[in-house]
């Protein structure tokens, strides 16, 4: 009984262990220019003198999670107008980390989208073509860690929304997600994309206006 128990108190505990983190927002405003800027590479080191306070805050730790980065990161996004964000996907990209992106046709093209930026910049972008969203949030990171929750990447969400973010460690989980993602970028081969429909359908969604988002330091 006592051999029961102990064993299921190590199984409980290496599942705990398995969560790495969660975050909480609306993230505290502050400015991530340090590490936007040291993962540029070489170069030098300019204090950076923008009035925003400088410190943690839960954007700054999802940026610097994503920065961490060194092979493959897979993001399957419905909204991505984060500039923060954007431009660290873009550092990843440049450093020659592979990158793919699955997200929604409609709010890929809305004012204030990352999302031609990154399709600019050489990376690889599917879309859905469904009748409803492609609402997934979610990002793999080296095959081995998976950040999900409620948060789009958008500044609303991240300045405003009561939002969370799991951060996950874990190989099970990391292969179920992976095998979504692997699905939907299949599924979503522009090979299959159908512009010029035989009969006229009814348009697939409302699209709801997104407010256009402004980088804090440009």
């Not at 300019?46 to 990161?73: K, M």
């Not at 020659?96 to 690889?124: C, E, F, H, N, P």
Request: charged share 25%; proline share 5%.
């Amino acid at each position: 009984m006592a051999l029961e128990a102990a064993a299921y108190w190590l199984l409980l505990r290496g599942r705990r262990r398995r969560a790495r983190e969660v975050l909480f927002f609306p993230s505290r405003v502050t400015c991530v220019e340090g590490l936007l800027a040291a993962a540029a590479g070489p170069g030098p080191t300019l204090q950076c003198a923008c009035p925003l306070p400088h410190g943690e805050s839960a954007l700054g730790r999802l940026v610097g999670l994503l920065l961490t980065t060194r092979r493959s990161l897979e993001l399957c996004l419905f909204a991505f107008s984060s500039p923060q964000l954007g431009r660290a996907v873009l550092l990843l990209h440049r450093r020659g980390v592979r990158v793919r992106v699955v997200t929604d046709a409609d709010y890929m093209v809305l004012a204030g989208s990352q999302v031609g930026r990154l399709r600019k910049a050489g990376i690889q972008v599917r879309h859905d073509q469904d009748e409803g969203y492609m609402h997934h949030k979610f990002a793999i990171i080296d095959k081995k860690v998976v950040i999900t929750g409620s948060l789009n990447w958008t500044t609303q969400a991240i300045q405003t929304n009561r939002e969370n973010v799991l951060i996950m460690e874990d190989a099970d989980c990391v292969k179920v997600f992976l095998a979504e993602f692997e699905k939907l970028w299949e599924n979503y081969n522009p090979a299959s994309y159908i512009f010029f429909p035989e009969e006229k359908q009814v348009p697939k969604k409302n699209k709801c206006s997104l407010a256009i988002e402004k980088p804090f330091n440009k």
